[in-house]
């Protein structure tokens, strides 16, 4: 069996035709076809989904199907699939998902550079969030004990050295078990000596179909199982080979779970549009959970989500559903102040307040906070808030120590993004100076309302220091707040931003000089989008700075393209940005 570089394994069912989505992907990676291998590992499709794949995959030499019966989960195809590599390196792929054209190559030279056993690659969702957090900043060589933030990445979606996979004895779990693909992450990351990330390139788009079209596991989910699979995660952080000793380290993880898993389960649209039985067999199976768990573990929960788990600590089952009716309409709302161009870069203010919206009239009003100071024991004063729930919140024993907003307020911190429209990448930008603005409440000069003012820069050279040019197509930009647990992050209003593409200029005209190779093989988007973007002067300093960087290592593979004499600045605008100054 001659090895190869990377196998990666696709469980299918009934997925048909789409199926061309990733295969087209895959036949367009950079890495070598001879150096990689795919195996479609079908789960019983009764459709034609078998047929298809043979047909077209009847020319190619590393891309087979590996038909079996049906187990109804994914978690024996991957198995299966482990088990039939010929790869140094595995990457798991679902198949209504697909890989950028250079993740193979990138992933697995970064596994090879840092001698990884697992290396996460950036994600990019549609119609569903993806993990930023993982790739704010680059990781060589760590582990998930020194770097939690590991944990915001629990999906398989991953490279993963075979050899670890299998000295390890890691597989998933057969049959219908929710969070097999946590139960295998967490295990797989408590186990590895090293971990890297892929910070600088969205590697891996994943897909959400609203209807579950394609989801092997896409069926209703049943409170019991579901928390007994929470359940079984936490234990792990228990168990001999992957205990993790440290008590307040072992409960953060802990929080993880029980907040993500199952506290979030009692919030928000989804938990409110359920039947009331429904309902009731959630609230209980998360209330008998919380009685099992130390009350240290609420330490680590975010301000919103501590209260709630205070409530299921009581047992109040009409407390926890009045909860999850008021917190599921609060957000926050900017505006933007002012938007304009500034040193070749996009500058954004706004204002936000956090409020709550109400359901039934769209109205907003401002969440309430009582402003109360104690001093320390050094004698000075320090400012407390408290948040002000909604009755009959307010008159709840012992919740009081859970309203305590004061370091989510001081730490709170508006912050810029950019979404690409097509592609699902979303990234940080340069956000300057976001302050805090309480303002007292007219009614009640005690209750205060939160607001911010922030200003971020967006520059299409390069949002921050890893990502490098924005790549072309429509971006909207957004603005992120997250006050204890309270995370939204809309659209502002009235802001686009478009970079053209390399091959659609956005001004037709022909070069005036005779085009030429630059000596350091200037990234050909980068030098596109600098050029029709940026005056003659902005232009050629750009330019110089991006040779800087290519100089550095730290732009990608150089691409041959032209540069073109600058136009005159009148005619080098092609990045529009709109902007209605609201009041």
């Avoid at 998933?172 to 990330?197: C, I, N, P, W």
């Avoid at 995370?487 to 931003?497: E, Q, T, Y």
């Avoid at 050909?524 to 300093?541: D, G, S």
């Amino acid at each position: 069996m001659t090895p190869v570089k990377v196998t990666v394994i696709i469980p299918t069912h009934n997925t048909g035709e789409d199926v061309m989505v990733g295969l087209t992907a895959l036949r367009k990676q950079s890495m070598p076809r001879t150096d990689f291998e795919v195996l479609y590992v079908d789960d019983g499709s009764t459709d034609d989904t078998v047929a298809f794949l043979e047909r077209e995959l009847a020319d190619e030499d590393t891309m087979h199907v590996v038909p079996m019966t049906n187990s109804g989960w994914p978690g024996r195809p991957r198995n299966t699939g482990v088990a039939r590599a010929r790869g140094e390196y595995v990457h798991f792929v679902d198949d209504d998902d697909w890989l950028a054209p250079q993740a193979l190559e990138r992933l697995y030279a970064r596994a090879k550079d840092t001698d990884a056993d697992i290396v996460i690659g950036r994600m990019a969702g549609h119609g569903r969030g993806a993990p930023r957090a993982p790739f704010a900043k680059p990781l060589e060589r760590g582990s998930v004990r020194e770097n939690p933030v590991l944990l915001g990445s629990m999906t398989v979606h991953k490279l993963f050295r075979r050899q670890f996979l299998l000295d390890h004895e890691l597989r998933f779990e057969e049959g219908r078990v929710r969070l097999e693909d946590h139960l295998f992450t967490l295990r797989a990351y408590l186990l590895a000596k090293q971990v890297s990330t892929v910070p600088d390139y969205t590697t891996y788009h994943w897909v959400r179909h609203r209807n579950g079209k394609h989801n092997i596991s896409y069926t209703p989910i049943e409170p019991a199982p579901y928390i007994g699979s929470v359940r079984r995660i936490i234990a792990l952080l228990h168990a001999p080979d992957t205990q993790v000793s440290d008590d307040e380290l072992r409960h953060r993880f802990t929080a993880n779970w029980y907040g993500g898993k199952a506290l979030k389960r009692l919030t928000g649209k989804g938990f409110l549009g359920q039947d009331e039985e429904r309902r009731a067999a959630w609230r209980q199976q998360v209330i008998e959970l919380a009685a099992d768990l130390p009350d240290a573990v609420d330490r680590h929960l975010p301000e919103r989500l501590r209260v709630l788990s205070r409530l299921c600590r009581s047992g109040d089952h009409e407390a926890i559903h009045a909860y999850a009716l008021f917190e599921s309409e609060v957000r926050h709302l900017p505006k933007v102040e002012e938007a304009a161009w500034r040193d070749e870069a996009l500058r954004v203010r706004t204002r936000t307040s956090l409020v709550r919206t109400d359901p039934k009239t769209g109205e907003s009003t401002p969440l309430l906070f009582r402003r109360t100071t104690h001093a320390t024991p050094s004698g000075k004063k320090r400012v407390r808030w408290t948040w002000q729930p909604p009755a009959p919140l307010d008159e709840l024993p012992g919740l009081t120590p859970a309203l305590d907003f004061t370091e989510p307020l001081k730490h709170a911190k508006a912050q810029g993004l950019v979404h690409h429209k097509a592609g699902g990448t979303q990234l940080v930008v340069t956000t300057g100076t976001s302050t805090l603005r309480p303002t007292s409440h007219e009614a009640d000069p005690d209750l205060w309302e939160m607001h911010w003012t922030t200003e971020c820069t967006v520059d299409p050279a390069g949002v921050d220091e890893i990502s490098g040019p924005l790549e072309p197509g429509a971006w909207h930009v957004c603005l992120r707040l997250n006050v204890g647990g309270w995370l939204s992050a809309p659209r502002l209003s009235g802001v686009k931003l478009s970079v053209p593409s390399a091959e659609k200029p956005a001004v037709a005209e022909r070069p005036r000089t005779a085009s030429h190779q630059p000596r350091h093989g200037v990234a050909k988007v980068a030098v596109r989008v600098l050029r029709r973007v940026f005056p003659a002067a902005a232009y050629l300093a750009l330019r110089d700075r991006y040779r800087r960087l290519i100089a550095s290592g730290r732009r990608p593979a150089p691409v041959a393209t032209v540069l073109e004499e600058p136009r005159r600045a009148e005619q080098a605008q092609a990045l529009s940005v709109s902007s209605t100054r609201r009041t």
